[in-house]
């Protein structure tokens, strides 16, 4: 009877597993390459701009981590790399993953277009739709090549660091990216 009446485990999360949710590995590598596409560009951001920028850049990443997470909850609970992430192992429903991606997709592209520019969300926006509609949803259950031209979405950051700074896209930011996503593979 005490097992009838104990709470689903999703009420047990931790701020820890919410934090695995966002996918902070994959995290740093986004900010990293945005910040070395922003520090690249030949226009100086005032400090503040950047780091309020490259925040939203991160919590883009994030969001991506939450909706990657909870359209693959499936397949993650089959693989014992993937089985103990929070979804999978019941920590943290698969609608509250859904939520917390939305809710940071949309704010991090909003705020990233009110604190440096509009391309830069535009991009921001494409590179989120990118990872979740193109790679996760499409490419990963349908092609072995998925990581090769999923690649692109983690090569988009130095770009959106350019924009950042210069307001456009030109040849030394898609080099960049050109760069990663050879390297991706």
């Not at 047990?12 to 740093?28: F, N, S, T, W």
């Not at 969300?121 to 509609?133: K, N, P, S």
């Amino acid at each position: 009877m005490s097992e009838l009446m104990a709470k689903p485990l999703y009420f047990q999360a931790q701020p820890k597993d919410y934090l695995e949710l966002l996918k902070p590995r994959v995290m740093r590598l986004v900010v990293f390459t945005a910040l070395v596409g922003l520090i690249a560009a030949p226009v100086n951001v005032h400090p503040i701009i950047s780091f309020a920028s490259i925040l939203c850049v991160a919590v883009g990443a994030g969001a991506c981590g939450a909706l990657n997470m909870w359209w693959d909850a499936d397949i993650d609970s089959l693989m014992k790399r993937t089985s103990t992430r929070p979804i999978p192992s019941g920590k943290i429903n698969a609608n509250t993953s859904l939520t917390i991606g939305l809710v940071l997709s949309f704010f991090s592209v909003i705020l990233l277009g009110l604190f440096s520019n509009y391309l830069a969300a535009v991009m921001l926006a494409f590179t989120i739709f990118f990872y979740i509609i193109i790679y996760t949803i499409w490419l990963k259950r349908s092609t072995t090549q998925n990581i090769v031209i999923g690649g692109l979405a983690g090569a988009f950051p130095p770009v959106i660091g350019w924009i950042i700074a210069t307001g456009q896209i030109n040849y030394e930011s898609l080099l960049m990216c050109l760069i990663i996503f050879v390297w991706t593979p």
